[in-house]
């Protein structure tokens, strides 16, 4: 770097910015009010205003983002070079690593589905698809690896990043409903990321279709389709009715020839994390793309502040394997931590240099999260319920929140979708975000900080649930991404009434699981609060984690049939439509009671 040029990290406070630049912090907040703009000493600067004030006193600087010139001297400590993007004609060719895109609602899962001969579409609350999931197809002795990315604008984030680790982006658009919001956004992102695009034209079965009209649409966005003399490849599909699939893959095969695309299989692998998650058993899995080299069993991986030697590699079938060479999608178990989606990871030269690296990432991060959370959070916050009143009477409200989620790629979808919600009258600030189910200490930091906590496919454990009741805190969980954000636009607007709470009636922990023929699994259980009744609706909580909901199809006490059972008692639980039952899981039972918000 240029002698004189000063390294000022993005978002950094007045109070930080200052010294830097030898100057005080009332210097910088002096001159910002005196160009209009009202900020503290602790408020984080914009790009510009840190630029207009380093161009004001004739300071050159280089603005980078946290932790960005420490990352040099990291990869110098892994041994790695810091630029990696040129190719070596003597590497062999690799798979291509194809991101499906397109707006909510067009077919993307359906059509991998179909691809793979799979059904990941019940899973998901309300059919949508709301992680990254990656698979891997051989056709004709070529391997794809597909990248499926969630359609809801809310996982914006989760979309560019899987561009950025693409090769080539299928964009999946509806023949009946054309090009939609969250199409250009798709399209922007495989720009970004300069990768080929082939369109396939889903849902030519219905009746409703008309092809040229999308075409015509597409070729509005430069997207010239190759019939009318362009160059973009379009290939009319029903992903329901399996037509146009082998040709789709025919001619993603030949694009990812002309791509020339390859990848050293020797040395430390690289690559990207796709998604991480902590399971119950298996502790922190992250399921990772390598990129380049090969990655072994034993292998000490780094993966953002997480690391620890691959204890297990899985493959997208779900059988463990030895070893994964580039462009193949691996879940991995062995980490110290949940990793980041979106981080890089490689293999470090040694444990020791594993540790340091993650320990020195960890600490980073940790001082850079309590200086933004505290200084966003000071002045207390408004209850959900009580924000509009706040806004109302002209004070300017804090919703201070607790954010867990089910997996990482979802608490980052989450936060980022909440921040865009703030108003000049509304602050939003990240009390806490975290992964997993909702606990006690949650609850305790909200009461401290009189925040609210959302939970997004997590629930609280009943102690957490106790301690809400008691330190009068404000708990709502969600399964759909559509009504959490609709619900905290509405509270900002004063709209948020809600006809129904829920009410938990009961808990069983499972303690053993019998199988009966013709019937299936039946869960013995232990009742520890409440009441559970035959016919209840109900959702089963593994680490307090969200994996199914249905209803109670059978109840016995020994071998009568019951219509309800007491805590402390034990019985035997039917589910109807899930047979995945494990020792230690939690059946929770409610009902939603409409109530009036006064």
């Keep these: 770097m240029p002698d004189g040029v000063l390294v000022i990290e993005r978002a950094s406070t007045s109070q930080e910015l200052g010294p830097k630049v030898n100057r005080t912090a009332a210097d910088v907040v002096r001159f910002l009010m005196q160009q209009g703009e009202m900020v503290t000493a602790t408020q984080s600067l914009s790009d510009d205003m840190i630029e207009l004030f380093a161009a004001d006193i004739g300071a050159e600087i280089r603005l980078v983002d946290p932790g960005e010139e420490q990352e040099v001297e990291l990869k110098k400590m892994l041994d790695l070079a810091v630029e990696e993007d040129d190719v070596d004609e003597d590497w062999p060719e690799r798979p291509p690593v194809i991101t499906v895109m397109g707006h909510v609602d067009h077919g993307k899962t359906k059509l991998l589905d179909q691809i793979r001969n799979a059904n990941v579409v019940d899973g998901e609350a309300g059919g949508i698809t709301q992680h990254i999931g990656a698979y891997q197809v051989t056709r004709n002795d070529h391997s794809l690896a597909f990248i499926d990315t969630p359609g809801h604008e809310a996982f914006t984030a989760m979309r560019a990043r899987g561009a950025q680790a693409t090769d080539i982006v299928v964009l999946v658009v509806a023949a009946d409903d054309g090009v939609m919001p969250q199409t250009e956004e798709a399209i922007s992102h495989a720009r970004a990321a300069e990768v080929p695009i082939v369109v396939a034209l889903n849902k030519i079965d219905r009746e409703n279709a008309d092809p040229n009209r999308v075409m015509q649409q597409l070729a509005e966005r430069d997207l010239v389709p190759e019939s009318w003399g362009g160059d973009t490849i379009v290939v009319e599909i029903s992903a329901l009715q399996n037509i146009g699939i082998d040709d789709l893959l025919e001619q993603l095969i030949v694009v990812s020839e002309l791509e020339d695309l390859r990848a050293p299989l020797d040395g430390r692998a690289q690559g990207v994390v796709l998604e991480s998650h902590l399971d119950i058993g298996r502790g922190p899995v992250a399921n990772l793309l390598v990129q380049r080299g090969t990655l072994k069993v034993g292998d000490p991986v780094v993966a953002g502040a997480a690391w620890g030697r691959a204890r297990a590699l899985i493959d997208d079938h779900g059988e463990a394997i030895k070893e994964a060479g580039p462009s193949t999608p691996v879940q991995v178990l062995g980490l110290s931590d949940v990793a980041q989606a979106g981080d890089e990871f490689v293999i470090a030269p040694s444990d020791k240099v594993a540790g340091r690296v993650a320990e020195t990432r960890e600490h980073w991060q940790r001082q850079s999260s309590l ?19 706040q806004i109302q009477a002209g004070e300017a409200a804090t919703l201070n929140l607790v954010a867990k989620a089910d997996v990482n790629g979802s608490l980052e979808a989450l936060t ?8 000049d009258e509304v602050k939003l600030a990240f009390v806490h975000r975290g992964v997993g189910g909702i606990t006690e200490n949650d609850v305790q930091l909200a009461a401290t900080s009189n925040a609210t906590i959302i939970g ?44 129904f709470e829920e009410v938990v009636t009961g808990d069983a922990e499972v303690r053993e699981v019998f199988r009966v023929p013709r019937i299936g699994a039946i869960a013995g259980c232990y009742v520890t609060n409440g009441v559970i009744t035959r016919g209840s609706k109900v959702r089963f909580l593994r680490d307090g984690v969200v994996i199914w909901n249905g209803e109670i199809s059978s109840l016995k006490r020994f071998k ?10 034990e019985c035997g ?9 494990k020792s230690g899981d939690i059946i929770e039972t409610y009902v939603d009671r409409e109530i009036a918000r006064t």
């Excluded at 505290?374 to 509009?388: H, I, K, P, S, Y």
């Design 560 to 569: 009568e049939d019951a219509r309800e059972v007491q805590s402390g008692f």
């Design 371 to 389: 200086g933004r959370d505290a200084a966003a959070a000071v002045g207390g916050g408004a209850r959900l319920e009580d924000l509009f009143s």
């Design 416 to 423: 980022s979708s909440l921040n865009k919600l703030g108003r």
């Design 573 to 581: 639980i039917g589910l109807s439509d899930f047979q995945d039952l």
């Design 456 to 499: 997004f496919n997590v629930r609280p454990d009943r102690k957490a649930r106790e301690l809400a009741e008691q330190e009068h805190v404000e708990i709502r969980t969600y399964e759909i991404i559509y009504n959490l954000l609709e619900d905290i636009e509405n509270a900002i607007v004063g709209m948020l009434e809600p006809e």
